[in-house]
């Protein structure tokens, strides 16, 4: 019962209906165009994250934020380990080969960066927009992910990287003259 007072049930509907929506395009398209169901496999995959979505949504938060950093330094560790014995498809080496999918890290470190950026700004003492040398630490910590996506390459994935640190960092604040600069 507790578990079910905190779910929002018209957020859960409209996902599953935008999703029914998007599975029902992807069997009309695939069905004509490859000649097999893509869209069971699109259903599949939908199952498997909504169960992740529950399994994760049961966590409490402190224990996600106990742990940020460290979740953080594992998905610099797999990006790093990318580098070095990645999969290279289309002339970039992004993917780790767990044998029956291939994993993307710098989709990790999208979450990643969320979990840091607000246990960070969370343990921040001050209220005050932050100043230019109050930056450098967060923006250190992420710009550490950014430079190994970027050697990938995947500029694309870094900017929206970027973008989610910068929307966190405004609402956390910033002194105009910092923001300037």
């Known amino acids: ?13 409209i996902l599953g209906f935008i999703a029914a929506i998007g599975i029902a395009n992807l069997a009309s398209a695939a069905s004509a165009s490859y000649g097999f169901a893509l869209h069971i496999t699109q259903f599949i995959w939908f199952m498997v994250g909504a169960v992740v979505i529950g399994i994760t949504a049961l966590i409490d938060y402190r224990i996600y934020a106990r742990w940020s950093y460290v979740l953080y330094g594992i998905v610099v ?21 767990l044998g029956f ?10 979450i990643a960066t969320i979990l840091v950026g607000a246990r960070y700004f969370h343990d921040r003492d001050s209220d005050e927009p932050m100043t230019l040398v109050e930056l450098a630490k ?4 992420v ?8 050697k990938q390459p995947d500029l694309g994935t870094s900017l929206v990287i970027l973008a ?7 609402f956390q604040g910033i002194r105009i003259s910092s923001f300037l600069v």
């Not at 507790?2 to 049930?9: G, P």
């Not at 967060?138 to 910590?141: D, M, R, S």
């Open 101 to 110: 999918f291939l994993m993307q890290p710098s989709e990790l470190l999208k």
């Open 1 to 13: 019962r507790k578990v079910a007072s905190r779910i929002d049930w018209p957020l859960l509907m």
């Open 143 to 150: 710009a550490l992910g950014v430079g190994f996506v970027l």
């Open 164 to 170: 989610i640190f910068f929307s966190m960092l405004a």
């Open 77 to 97: 560790f797999l990006l790093l380990l990318v580098l070095v014995a990645g999969t290279e498809l289309n002339g970039s080496r992004r993917w780790i080969n």
């Open 138 to 141: 967060p923006l250190g910590i």
